[in-house]
């Protein structure tokens, strides 16, 4: 047998902000062939990237400073054109 529900409790206090906060994507400006790279605005690094072309690449992976992610870079080879996108993040502080 089981009881009636008891009263509700206070509501708690207000939970800390997502870690998804401020993150955003930049991209090349306009198609191009060859390499084209993309960098997050300063105090931000490089949380993936890729690109966007119907051509071929042969290269494409992240610019790095040190350790870290600041960017992204590919090669399109061909006639093809293509954009470079990195998605960014505010660094730790």
Excluded: K, R
Aim: include cysteine; charged fraction near 10%.
């Amino acid at each position: 047998m089981t009881g009636a529900q008891g009263p509700s409790g206070p509501q708690g206090p207000q939970g800390a902000q997502g870690a998804l906060s401020g993150v955003h994507v930049v991209s090349s400006d306009e198609p191009a062939t060859g390499f084209q790279s993309v960098s997050c605005p300063t105090g931000e690094v490089a949380t993936g990237g890729g690109y966007i072309t119907n051509g071929t690449v042969n290269v494409d992976a992240p610019l790095v400073d040190g350790d870290t992610p600041v960017g992204w870079q590919a090669n399109f080879f061909g006639t093809e054109p293509g954009l470079v996108y990195v998605i960014c993040a505010p660094a730790a502080p």
